[in-house]
C-alpha cells in the first residue's frame, strides 16, 4: 500500500493533550478491571457494565475536575472500549460504513470505506496494547497465539473473519486484519444500482444458475467473489438441497434445505479436516447443489468431477486475474491434487465440467464490476475453448473521475440457450444483441 499526503503524523497523533487522555485512561482501566472481569452470568456482566458506565463520570469528575468536558466523554467510552470492547478499533467495528479494519502496527490502524482504503488517527499506545486487544479477541475463541504458532485466523461471534500476525513473522509489530461481516447483505438489486452488472445480465445470470450450469466467479481480492457468490446461491430453487463448503463459514442463504461445513484446521481440537474432504464427503450427502467458496487447491479436481458427474449447477470462486488465467489456475491446482493425469485430461475435464466464468474486478475507483462473462465452448485440439457473451467496456473519463461504462453483449448466443427451454426458461434474444442496449441507451436518453 503507499502511503500518500493525507496520513496523519504520529507527531500530531501522540499531543500533549493525548498523552493525558492516555495517562488517566489507563489509571481508569486498571482501576476498574477487576470489576469488569467476565463473571461468565451475561445478566451479571451487564450489570457490571452498567455499574462501571455509572461510576466513570463520578471518578473523573472527583479526580480529573480540570479536564474538559468533552474529554470526560470520550473518556468513559475509550474505558468501556478497552474494559469490554476491542479497544481503540471499536468504534471502528461499530462503524457500519466501515468494511474492513486493518492494524498494520500499533499507530498505523487502517479502514476500508467505500472500497476504498484509509489510514485513521486511532492508534494503539504500544505493541503490548496490541497484544492486549488481541488476546481479547482471541481467548474467548479458544485460539492460541505464541511466537511458535504466530499465524491465526478466527471468525468472531457475529460472523466476521478475523486474522492476527505477531512476531517473529511480522518484523514491525503485531498486525490484526478483520473482514467486518456486512450485516446488510447485497442482493442482486443492489448489483444493478451499483453497476456492477445490467438487469439484463441479472436476469441472465439468473437463469444459468436455475437452468443447473456449473459457474465459477474469479476475481482478484476483494472484488466482490464471496458477494456475487451469495446471490447467484440465492437464486437456488427453495426445493433444492444445497451442501455449502467454506474454509470460513460466509455465506449466507436463505433457503431452508442447506447443509453448512467448515474446514477445519489441525491446530485445533483433533486433526485437520481440509475442503477437499468435505467436497468428497458431500457427494455421499446426495446434494442437489455444491457450493464452494473458493477452491484453492486439489479440491479442484474433486469439483470438476463432481460437476461432470452429474452434480450439475455447481457453483464455487477462484482468484484469479481474467477467464483465461482461470483456466490456467483450475489446471495447476487440479494437478495439485497428485493424480497422474495428462494435463490434457484435466483441461478436458474442465471444458465440459464448466460452462460460465464471471470475472469480477474492483476498479480503481472502488466500484466492483462485472467485466467479463465467458462460456466455455468445448475443447479445439489441446486447447479449452473460451467465448465472451458479455464485456465490459468502459467509457474513458478524466483521471481521478469515477469508473463510466456499460458491461455489454458480444452479440454471441451461448451454446447452453437449450439448458434454458429444457429447464422452462425465457431469456430473450435481445439480451445478447449488442444492438438492443444501443437501442435501450438511446431511448433512455
Ligand atoms: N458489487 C459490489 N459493489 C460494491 N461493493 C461490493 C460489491 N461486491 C462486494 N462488495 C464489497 O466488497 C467487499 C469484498 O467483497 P467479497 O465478496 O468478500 O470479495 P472477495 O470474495 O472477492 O474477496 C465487501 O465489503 C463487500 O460488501
Ligand atoms: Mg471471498
Known amino acids: 500500500m503507499t502511503e500518500t499526503n493525507n496520513i ?19 489509571r481508569l482501566v486498571e482501576q476498574f478491571s477487576k470489576q469488569a472481569v467476565s463473571t461468565g452470568d451475561p445478566v451479571r456482566d451487564a450489570a457490571a457494565r452498567q455499574s462501571i458506565e455509572q461510576e466513570i463520570p463520578h471518578t473523573l469528575r472527583a479526580q480529573d475536575a480540570s479536564l474538559p468536558e468533552a474529554m470526560r ?28 479494519v486493518m492494524v498494520n502496527r500499533a499507530d498505523r490502524v487502517y479502514v476500508e470505506r467505500n472500497g476504498k482504503t484509509a489510514r485513521t488517527p486511532i492508534t494503539f499506545d504500544d505493541d503490548d496494547h496490541v497484544n492486549r486487544i488481541i488476546d481479547r479477541i482471541l481467548q474467548p475463541l479458544g485460539k492460541r497465539l505464541d511466537a511458535s504458532n504466530p499465524l491465526v485466523d478466527a471468525r468472531l461471534p457475529d460472523g466476521s473473519r478475523v486474522n492476527v500476525v505477531i512476531p517473529p513473522v511480522a518484523i514491525a509489530g503485531p498486525c490484526i486484519t478483520i473482514r467486518k461481516f456486512s450485516r446488510s447483505r447485497l442482493g442482486m438489486d443492489d448489483l444493478v444500482r451499483f453497476g456492477t452488472l445490467t438487469p439484463q445480465v441479472a436476469g441472465f445470470l439468473k437463469a444459468c444458475v436455475q437452468a443447473h450450469l456449473n459457474i465459477v466467479v474469479c476475481g482478484g481480492t476483494g472484488s466482490g467473489k464471496t458477494t456475487l457468490l451469495n446471490i447467484l446461491s440465492g437464486c437456488i430453487g427453495a426445493d433444492e438441497r444445497i451442501v455449502t463448503i467454506e474454509d ?7 433457503q431452508d434445505h442447506v447443509i453448512t461445513l467448515e474446514a477445519k484446521r489441525a491446530s485445533d481440537a483433533g486433526g485437520e479436516v481440509t475442503i477437499r474432504e468435505l467436497v468428497r464427503n ?21 469439483m470438476l468431477q463432481a460437476m461432470n458427474t452429474g452434480h450439475d449447477g455447481s457453483l464455487t470462486t477462484l482468484h484469479a486475474n ?17 493424480i497422474d493425469f495428462p494435463v490434457r485430461v484435466i483441461r478436458e475435464q474442465i471444458g465440459s465440467a464448466i460452462h460460465l466464468l464471471v470475472h469480477q474486478a474492483r476498479m480503481r475507483d472502488g466500484s466492483r464490476k462485472i467485466t467479463h462473462i465467458t462460456e466455455i465452448a468445448g475443447m479445439e485440439g489441446d486447447k479449452v475453448l473460451m467465448q465472451d457473451l458479455f ?12 469508473v463510466q461504462g456499460c458491461l455489454q453483449p458480444m452479440g454471441l448466443r451461448p451454446q447452453f440457450m437449450h439448458k434454458f427451454e429444457a429447464a422452462g426458461l425465457v431469456v430473450p434474444p435481445e439480451t445478447f444483441s449488442p444492438n438492443a442496449v444501443a437501442r435501450q441507451r438511446s431511448a433512455a436518453a
Open 282 to 302: 458431500a457427494l455421499r450427502m446426495r446434494p442437489e447443489r455444491i457450493v464452494v467458496g473458493e477452491c484453492r487447491g486439489a479440491e479442484s479436481l474433486d
Open 391 to 402: 464485456r465490459f467496456k468502459e467509457i474513458p473519463t478524466a483521471a481521478g473521475a469515477t
Open 322 to 338: 481474467s477467464p483465461r488465467d482461470a483456466i490456467s489456475r483450475i489446471e495447476t491446482m487440479a494437478l495439485m491434487a497428485g
Open 8 to 26: 496523519i503524523p504520529s507527531a500530531e497523533v501522540s499531543s500533549r493533550g493525548n498523552e493525558q487522555f492516555r495517562k488517566v485512561r489507563r
Open 248 to 254: 470460513a463459514a460466509e455465506l449466507k442463504l436463505n
Open 73 to 100: 466523554t470520550e473518556l468513559l467510552s475509550a474505558v468501556i472500549n478497552e474494559l469490554f470492547g476491542f479497544g481503540p478499533i471499536q468504534p471502528l467495528l461499530d462503524d457500519p460504513t466501515v468494511t474492513e
